[in-house]
């Protein structure tokens, strides 16, 4: 069972990663030209903290749980299992959202006039900012179903391991970003409100902490070793899906090719380097 401090922290960092819907709505607000460099290597690097925390850090403590619980062979089995099993549950989730409304398909903030022109040449300035409005509203809904898994990944690793926790928290509050541009700026041109194109990114990412709070609250009462030991392997499992399936190709879509593969080896090294100082 752990501290109130404890989870008190982790329910922090988890809120922390899912506001960051928030700092992309700004940054569209204030500026007329997405920096696709900085955000290729951005993803790039979350991506890497990802895929390197899931492999070196959360595969292999949920394998010590569970083979220390259910014995070296059964172990391993369950953990495998657990961790496809996570794999499974966030692409069935991304199969379920409409591809048009996917929040993982690559806006830019000086694309919208793109999309505003080719409205205009299709309907009334009513229709068209419906059209819009629409887009923004479901991208929103996208994104609140892709958080709930992420918030609960982040919250149990932050159970966990509060470093480990604050590490994934970073890296999915960096990937949250370009989402937050996603729904921001087609609500703002069809509202001309700053502060309902802000209200809607930002709620959007509050469904990572009430993910987690969810999922924690219906897992507590039988969050024994072994229950614990799956829920992390499903976690790396949702992490590598998350890093292969929307980190890198977003990231790739946005800049160069060598930009994103440059970020994803800096993040490598970086959370290796921070969890060799923690040692």
Do not use: C
């Not at 379920?96 to 690559?106: A, G, K, T």
């Not at 219906?218 to 969050?223: D, G, T, Y």
């Amino acid at each position: 069972m752990h501290d109130y401090e404890t989870i008190f922290f982790a329910f922090g960092l988890t809120l922390f990663a899912g506001l960051a819907t928030g700092i992309g709505s700004i940054l569209a607000f204030f500026t007329k030209k997405t920096n696709t460099g900085f955000l290729s290597v951005a993803l790039g690097f979350s991506a890497g903290v990802m895929l390197y925390v899931s492999f070196i850090e959360i595969f292999v403590k949920a394998k010590v749980e569970l083979q220390s619980e259910l014995g070296e062979v059964a172990g391993t089995w369950v953990t495998v299992a657990a961790f496809f099993g996570g794999i499974l549950l966030i692409g069935i989730i991304d199969r379920l959202v409409p591809s048009e409304e996917n929040p993982h398909e690559v806006r830019k903030i000086e694309d919208i006039e793109d999309i505003e022109k080719q409205l205009e040449e299709e309907g009334t300035e009513e229709q068209n900012n419906k059209k819009l409005l629409r887009m923004g509203v479901f991208t929103a809904l996208a994104i609140g179903i892709h958080n709930f898994p992420e918030g609960l990944a982040t919250f149990t690793a932050a159970l966990t391991d509060p470093n480990l926790g604050f590490a994934i928290a970073v890296a999915i509050a960096i990937h949250n970003i370009p989402e937050g541009i996603a729904v921001a700026v087609p609500v703002y041109y069809a509202t001309e409100s700053r502060g309902k194109a802000f209200t809607l990114s930002f709620l959007s990412g509050l469904a990572e902490p009430v993910g987690a709070l969810i999922g924690y609250l219906l897992l507590m009462p039988f969050l024994t070793p072994t229950v614990f030991g799956v829920i992390f392997a499903a976690v790396a499992g949702i992490m590598v899906f998350i890093s292969l399936d929307e980190l890198l190709p977003t990231a790739q879509e946005y800049g160069e090719h060598h930009l994103s593969i440059y970020g994803l080896v800096l993040g490598m090294a970086v959370m290796a380097l921070s969890l060799l100082l923690f040692l």
